[in-house]
């Protein structure tokens, strides 16, 4: 059997309920609302940290590329021209050619000059191999 209870007693009841279940969706809303902000929180902390370690790189590639830049100015004046570089290995080139024929002329001359050498020899052994044999014909 149904209990009977006073409509006031019946209206407290429903209110407490209605505040607990407020209070809990408060309290689920509220833990809710600390997590995105500490999730929030993170990701700015993430983002800060991020954008400094961005910006250290930055720095640093900045540095090198000055740095770069400072050896290029320092270096500038020791390179060489590409017309003086071409007029001078232009200049060797023909040097090389001018040697090339002065030694081709100096082995001809080489040639011609071992090659008396060897018919003055050979003429020198046929004279020495004709008196040796003219002697002994007529000595004996």
Known sequence: MPEDVSLLDYIKDHLDELE???????????????????????EHSQLDTQKARDEADVNRRLEAMNEL???INSERGLYVTRPLLDSQLEALHRQNQDNRTRLEELSRQLADIQGRFWMAGTALTFLSVLINVMLKLFIK
């Open 69 to 71: 830049r400072s050896q």
């Open 20 to 42: 607990a279940s407020i209070n809990r969706r408060f309290a689920a809303l509220e833990t809710m609302m600390k997590t995105g902000v500490e999730a929030h929180h993170r």
